[in-house]
């Protein structure tokens, strides 16, 4: 595999994001909003934290 198709790949999947974005606005926002309470004042955000809203975004985007 050539780095020129990687590189188009990532471009297209870039272009696709604010419409992906749009069909998965609520997805994305509970997800915001999980990230958002975790990381108030100085707590980290740990790797699993916010796995199921991550998850429910990510199949949301595969599905779109």
Known sequence: MS???????SRERMRRFPELLAQCA???AVY???????TT???ELNK???AKEFQA???????A
Do not use: I, P
């Open 41 to 43: 004042g100085k707590q």
């Open 26 to 28: 609520e997805e994305a």
């Open 48 to 50: 699993n934290h916010c």
């Open 3 to 9: 780095a020129t198709t990687v590189w188009n790949r």
């Open 32 to 38: 915001g909003k999980c990230v958002s309470v975790t």
């Open 57 to 63: 975004l990510k199949n949301c985007f595969l599905s």
